[in-house]
């Protein structure tokens, strides 16, 4: 007697085979957001993973190679008191709109925006909210064709204002050529728009498997996607990447170390985007 199907796996179900990011990362740059090169749109991704697990490290690649492989702008939003790790992208540092305008008429599309401050509590957050929702208000115009990387969404959606922007940015944004980028601790606790929207997610290791089940529904079935995720090597810090659109996955991990780089200048792309008067 034949038995029944389980309706919790995917017969179709293959594991993704394993390939280190210094293969994935070159193809990958040439498919974001090019899933039909007769149309090419933009993509949202979104990469989740712990504290310590990789996040930014991988995202740091990936916005690396994309401005070397496609030269699309892209602004990389940091909150965080202090990460060494952005330091090692090379973009250029800014903290406020003017310096932001300033570093673009220098030629540099891609730059990390970091308002940092001393403030605390409330304070903190407000300072964060106005400096934030200011740039991704400006950049809310036709045909803005950049990427948006929050590097603490979880945090961002605790901002009112900001929280509100990045909503429309994910539901519209791409009619105008945005592409956003989340970067977050777990899916649990956040809006489902992010993961609804997104055609790229990016996932290490939860924690527990507790988490691990939400994880694994967000690739396919969880029958089948937990005991991927939970062979993963943390110490390699491996994490998979599925297109939801493909439905291609990998298993990488970031065998070449992330060091700056420095990414040619052009004063076009995200200068008309900004619409910033040319020097007489």
Do not use: C
Not at 103 to 127: C, E, L, P, Y
């Amino acid at each position: 007697m034949v038995a029944p199907l389980d309706w919790r796996r995917d017969h179709t179900f293959t594991p993704p085979p394993r390939v280190p990011w210094s293969q994935l990362g070159p193809q990958f740059a040439a498919a974001f957001g090019r899933a039909d090169p007769a149309d090419p749109q933009p993509e949202h991704i979104e990469i989740i993973g712990q504290n310590g697990s990789g996040k930014t490290h991988a995202a740091g690649k990936i916005y690396q190679e994309r401005a070397f492989v496609q030269r699309r702008p892209s602004i990389l939003f940091a909150t965080k008191a202090a990460d060494k790790t952005l330091a090692k992208i090379g973009f250029p540092i800014v903290e406020s709109w003017d310096q932001l305008a300033r570093s673009v008429r220098d030629g540099n599309q891609n730059v990390i925006f970091w308002a940092r401050t001393n403030r605390m509590g409330h304070a903190r957050k407000a300072w964060h909210d106005m400096k934030i929702s200011d740039v991704l208000n400006r950049l809310w115009v036709p045909e803005s064709d950049t990427d948006l990387v929050i590097d603490d969404w979880g945090y961002a959606e605790t901002l009112p204002e900001v929280s509100g922007l990045l909503q429309q940015y994910l539901r519209e944004g791409r009619s105008s050529g945005l592409s956003v980028g989340a970067l977050k601790q777990r899916p649990q606790g956040s809006t489902r728009l992010m993961s609804s929207e997104t055609q790229w997610t990016l996932s290490f290791r939860p924690k527990d498997d507790s988490d691990l089940e939400r994880w694994a529904q967000l690739f396919g079935s969880r029958q089948d996607w937990m005991p991927v995720f939970r062979g993963l090597d943390q110490v390699k810090r491996e994490f998979v990447l599925k297109h939801a659109r493909t439905q291609v996955a990998y298993i990488s991990w970031i065998d070449e170390p992330l060091a700056p780089v420095e990414i040619p200048k052009t004063r076009r792309g995200l200068a008309d985007l900004l619409r910033i008067p040319k020097r007489r």
